[in-house]
Structures are given as C-alpha cells and as structure tokens.
C-alpha cells in the first residue's frame, strides 16, 4: 500500500549517465529501531531502500524481531516475550543487555533512535541506548512517537514520561504524534493503514537528515558538521518537507508542512535548507536569492543559516526541498499563528483558537515553567484536521 504524503514518490526516470548523484557515505550512520512500532519503521525504511545507513533491530519480543527485515537483530532482555507494556521492564531488559548495545553502537558518528513511546520496550529502552549513545560521544538523534489518543490514556502518560527521558540522552529529538495521521485518514482506517503513514513519517523525517549529510552538494555541500551544529544539544528541532514544481512552490510548502512537534519553524536560530532538483530543472540564481531572503526575512531569529543544492536525477522536473530548523533556547510562542482573524477555514473552532492563543500568551510570561515542550503548530493543526 503506498500514500502519497509530504511529497509524492520521487519517479524513477532515465538518468544521464554523465550527471551522476553523488554520495558520501564517510560519515558512518546508524538507524535503530526499538520495541515493535521502532521495528517496523524500519523495516518500511529498508522497503523504501534508504541508503547510506545501517540499520538495527532490538527488540525483547524474539518472534517480532524474527520478521524484522533487519541484517542486525538484537534481543534485548533473556526472556524474549514483549514486556506487556511496561517501560520499567522493558528498561531492565536494556540493562541486562547494555555489552551487546554498546558494541551495536560502537563506530557510529551519528544514531537515530526510534521508537513508538507507550509501550514497555521502546519506552523503556530508547533512553538508555540513547544514553550509551552519548557517552560514547555519537551524535544523537530521537526520532519517536506519541500515541494516537484513541490508544489511551495509559500509554499517553507512559509515552509522556519516556519522551521527557530520552530527552536528557538525546542532541535533537524528533517527535511525532500519531495524530498527525488525520490529515489523510479518518478514524474508520485500519491500524495498519494509519501506522503505515506514521512510518512515512518517521522514514522522511530521518531521511531528510541523511540525504542532507551523505549527498554531495552540486554547488554548497551541507555536511555533517553542519549537521552537528545544529542538531547538538538542541532544545527541540522542527523539520519541513515538501515538493514543488519550482522552488517556490516547494519552499513555501515545507515552511508550513511541519509534521513534528514543536514552535512555528520560523523561530530557529539554527536553518539549513536543502535542495534538491534534476539536472533537467536545475537551480537558479532566481531561486538562490529567493531562499537567501527567506532565510534573511521569515527567521528572524536565525543565528546560524546554511543553504545547499543536491543534484537528484528521479526528481525530474520537481524540486524538493528540506528544512532542518533547531534552537538551543526553549521556544517562545508565535501567537500570530492562532490569529483567528487570519483562519479562512470554518471548520477551525475559532473559540478554541483563541482560548489556545491566551494559554500561549500565559506560557510565554511564566518564565520558570518547566516543561515548555511547547506545540503550537501542532495545537493548530489538530484543531484544523481532528473533528
Ligand atoms: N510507526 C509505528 N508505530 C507503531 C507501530 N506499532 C505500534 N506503534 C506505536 O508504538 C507504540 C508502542 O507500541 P509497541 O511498539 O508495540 O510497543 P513496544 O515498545 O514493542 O513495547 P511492548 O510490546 O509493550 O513490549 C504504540 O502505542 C503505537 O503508538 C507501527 O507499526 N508503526
Ligand atoms: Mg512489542
């Protein structure tokens, strides 16, 4: 079953055999996936042939981990029964594994980590595989979900509790609610068609960060230590993607198509924009100033900015861009965005907006709160798509 969601399949045509893509796969990356949902992610990943990474299984659930399509399987914990949804067994059953996780990640420059939060395995285990990560000074990324609210409210606190815990392992954390499936399904959707999209999800959103550092720039190359800079010790970090049948059209679309959690994409302090368009539409000195202005103009508070071309010959005539956006400071909240004046879509409960936009206005004075994991692209979202 295939959807078309952020951007449609890259359509494989005849490439010129003088205009190679060029990679550089020096830079060694890891991509786990932890517990049943981080498993299956990527084994859509593997489906999808994402290159240029290794990939991982760990799982206490042998049976499960026995489909996996993954080359390297590790079954954590003796027992090899799943942990029937408790984190705390499924985080003894990393510890009883810890010499068999640190040789997995030994040699990596840089990990994903990526699990569904709410069960006992993924929740339990992605924060000390992410922790033995750091120690061995990786660089390290979690790339995990939130439950679908249908799922409940058990697995939503457990999934809240392990996101605050791999948080303090992680340089850059992803998050993705399931809820965001709803753009393209209704409730009556089979759970296998609705985690289907969630794996997209997390394939591109992963993707977009490798492309980005194994492809070899045509004109400005963004490598890994661009990559690092922004992504190290990062409070949160905000990814856009999208196509266009110019540059335009593609870059206004990833600004506003942001499937992660976390503030409007224009308030990072840190930007990279990556490219990616055929030798058949190749890009202009148009298209350069327009992303130079955005960039100057739309992130007002950008420190550190950087903006690269690849060369993807499937593309064809589409360009396709992707837009990693971090910051090292907690966000503040951009209320403009919960203008009700602005929201031409009726179906957007304008009280609600208003009453979101007050708490956002209440969040962004209370200075000591803790926990400002703030969502308000999300907030939006959710009212314009969950009925
Ligand atoms: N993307 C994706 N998410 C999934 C999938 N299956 C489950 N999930 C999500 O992952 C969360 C955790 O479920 P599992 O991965 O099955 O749990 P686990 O980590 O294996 O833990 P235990 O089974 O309790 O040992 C669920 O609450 C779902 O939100 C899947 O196939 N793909
Ligand atoms: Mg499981």
């Not at 299984?57 to 499960?64: E, F, P, R, V, Y």
């Not at 990072?268 to 148009?286: F, G, K």
Request: aromatic residues 6%; glycine residues 8%; proline residues 3%.
């Amino acid at each position: 079953m295939s959807f078309d969601i952020l951007l449609p399949e890259a359509e494989e045509v005849s490439t010129d055999s003088n205009v190679q893509e060029e990679s550089n796969p020096i830079v060694t990356i890891k991509v786990i996936g932890v517990g049943g949902g981080g498993v299956n992610a990527v084994n859509s990943m593997i489906d999808a042939k994402v290159s240029n990474v290794e990939f991982y299984a760990i799982n206490t659930d042998k049976a499960m981990l026995s489909k996996s399509k993954c080359d390297e399987k590790i079954q954590i914990g003796k027992e090899g029964f799943g942990v029937g949804g408790d984190p705390q067994k499924g985080r003894q059953c990393a510890n009883e594994s810890i010499e068999e996780l640190q040789d997995m990640l030994s040699g990596a420059d840089m990990v994903f980590i990526t699990t569904g939060m709410g069960g006992g395995t993924g929740t339990g285990a992605a924060p000390i595989i992410a922790k033995l990560a750091q120690e061995q000074g990786i660089l390290t990324v979690g790339v995990v979900t939130r439950p679908f609210t249908a799922e409940g409210q058990t697995r939503i606190d457990n999934a809240d509790k392990g996101i605050k815990e791999i948080k303090q392992y992680t340089d850059a954390l992803i998050i993705i609610p399931n809820d965001s499936a709803y753009t393209y399904i209704d409730e009556k959707t089979p759970l296998d068609t609705a985690f289907g999209i969630i794996d997209q999800v997390l394939r591109r959103s992963i993707e977009s960060i490798t492309d980005t550092i194994t492809k070899t720039g045509k004109h400005i190359n963004i490598d890994f230590s661009d990559v690092k800079r922004v992504l190290r010790n990062s409070e949160y970090v905000v990814i856009g993607l999208s196509d266009g049948k110019d540059c335009k059209e593609a870059l206004d679309k990833a600004l506003e198509n942001v499937f992660v959690e976390g503030p409007d994409i224009r308030e990072a302090e840190n930007v990279l924009i990556n490219v990616s368009c055929s030798n058949n539409n190749p890009l202009t000195l148009a298209d350069r100033k327009l992303l130079d202005e955005v960039v100057r103009k739309d992130f007002i508070n950008c420190k550190f900015s950087k903006v690269g071309d690849i060369v993807s010959n499937s593309l064809d005539t589409r360009v396709k861009i992707s837009i990693i956006a971090s910051s090292t400071k907690k966000a503040t909240i951009q209320t403009e965005l919960f203008d009700s004046d602005d929201c031409e879509d009726d179906n957007i409960n304008k009280e609600e907006i208003k009453k979101i936009k007050k708490e956002s206005v209440d969040l962004k004075e209370d200075t000591i709160q803790e926990d400002i994991f703030s969502k308000p692209a999300y907030e939006f979202w959710k009212l314009k798509h969950l009925k």
